[in-house]
């Protein structure tokens, strides 16, 4: 019995559709990236293990592929890792080459990473990012880059969303005014999850962590702030009046939001305290995008990391950036409908033709059109026309230019325009000039 093909839950094949418009999202993105001046880089697929492992929280650790080793080394413990993201490969990748780049650093980067997840609607085990970061400085200009960046993709792609932003520095701060200093992580583990499995769940976790009823009890206010930007950071002034660190996470804000509203005064922008963003390299402002009008989850995130190029041996190099999920975003772009129609085909004109005198002429036209930049198909082989129409149709080639004995002697082809059902003869010179293309 022939065996039924099948590949890995949580992976997908792409066909020549997916793949027209995955390439639209790609080059929507880099163009941007490119805007701002970020250069590209690739990194291996595979990581050594001890790269990889303690960067991303407990949580993260549990979900690297490890690679088990073969050849002589097959019964050790596996040493390399598929990588969990870029940011983290890219640290490594800053401190050596080190002395072939220039800071700050400028870089973007796409390329699939893998995660130990399981599957479900919006979340992969093999997924693309499309990162851009920027290393080597602690302006905040790096955030107002990056915020910037978020509203001209989002608003080339047609998707409405909110970027949502908050301060680790602010978290840190939180958990040092309820008593609980050593519980930063634990706490943002928790409230990260707060979207998802709500505050009851949320504030039970935070026991099973270590934190006191009495401690939980203090967060509570602290994490449903009402009113605006302006009247949530001024509370966070009285609040966190007692942490150095806290206050300045709130000063960073101020700063941030200062500067977008001098450039994106229309953008939406809000400072959402329960974000928290599990990972545990970022050290300052974090964010996340969400679309508006798709319940899908975060579409993009990022964030500040002060030191992350440290446990490589290169310390106290900052840097700042964001991640852009293309899968979520085709999954966006899938449910409204925002894919543009001429995607669906690469091919721009279709020869079909009555014989085979008749298909070496159309080569020859082919030739002609693909030298000017016009994406071209013979049909293989001259048979039935209605064979030939069927495939046009199938590939939504909006052109098929037909040729017979007649077009031969003037010299033209009949174009069949496919959407209208209109045909004109037309010369080689009037087509490549006729803008249909």
């Known amino acids: 019995m022939a065996q039924k093909p099948s590949i890995p839950k949580g992976t997908r094949d792409f066909g020549q559709i997916e793949m027209a418009r995955r390439n639209y999202i790609f080059d929507t993105i880099k163009s941007v990236f490119r805007l701002y001046g970020f250069q590209q880089i690739e990194t291996p697929a595979m990581e050594n293990l001890s790269t990889l492992m303690g960067k991303y929280g407990e ?16 019964a050790l413990t596996p040493e390399k890792g598929l990588r969990y993201d870029l940011t983290v490969p890219f640290a490594r990748y800053v401190v050596q080459h080190r002395e072939e780049i220039s800071f700050p650093f400028k870089r973007y980067q796409i390329q699939p990473v893998w995660r130990a997840d399981r599957p479900q609607k919006g979340r992969y085990r093999e997924f693309y990012q499309c990162d851009v970061d920027v290393i080597g400085s602690d302006s905040l200009l790096g955030e107002l880059e990056l915020i910037q960046i978020v509203e001209e993709v989002y608003c080339r792609l047609g998707i409405r969303v909110c970027l ?9 701060g939180i958990a040092e005014v309820i008593g609980a200093p050593d519980k930063m992580i634990d706490i943002t583990v928790a409230i990260d999850k707060l979207d998802k499995i709500g505050v009851e769940a949320v504030n039970n976790e935070l026991k099973e962590r ?24 001024a509370a966070l002034k009285t609040i966190l009046a007692s942490s150095e660190t806290g206050l300045k996470g709130v ?10 509203n001098s450039q994106l005064s229309t953008f939406n922008l809000e400072l959402d305290l329960c ?21 899908i989850g975060s579409i993009t995130g990022g964030g500040r990391y002060d030191n992350l190029t440290g446990i490589f041996g ?6 700042v950036g964001i991640s852009f999920g293309a899968d979520r975003i085709y999954d966006v772009l899938t449910e409204l409908n925002l894919f543009p129609a001429a995607l669906q085909s690469t091919t721009q004109v279709l020869f079909a033709t009555f014989g085979q005198d008749e298909l070496k002429y159309a080569l020859t036209w082919a030739k002609e059109l693909r030298a000017d930049g016009i ?14 129409m069927a495939y046009a149709d199938a590939k939504q080639i909006p052109f098929v230019a037909i040729v017979g004995s007649n077009e031969m002697e003037t010299y033209t082809v009949m174009l069949k325009n496919m959407v209208t059902g209109e045909q004109q003869p037309m010369s080689l010179e009037n087509l490549k000039n006729s803008k249909l293309f």
């Open 59 to 74: 949580e993260g650790d549990k979900l690297l592929f490890r690679i088990q080793n073969s050849g002589e080394k097959a």
């Open 164 to 172: 949502h932003i908050n301060n680790r520095k602010i978290l840190a």
């Open 210 to 233: 270590g934190l006191s009823d009495k401690q939980v009890a203090k967060l509570q206010p602290i994490l449903n702030l009402n009113g605006s930007t302006a009247d949530k950071l």
């Open 251 to 260: 000063a960073e804000m101020e700063e941030i939001f200062d500067l977008v």
């Open 275 to 295: 974000l928290a963003r599990g990972l545990n390299y970022y050290t300052g402002a974090i964010f996340e995008v969400k679309a508006l009008d798709a319940q």
């Open 314 to 319: 290169l310390p106290n190099v900052s840097g």
């Open 375 to 388: 994406s071209v198909e013979v049909y293989p082989e001259p048979t039935k026309m209605k064979k030939q």
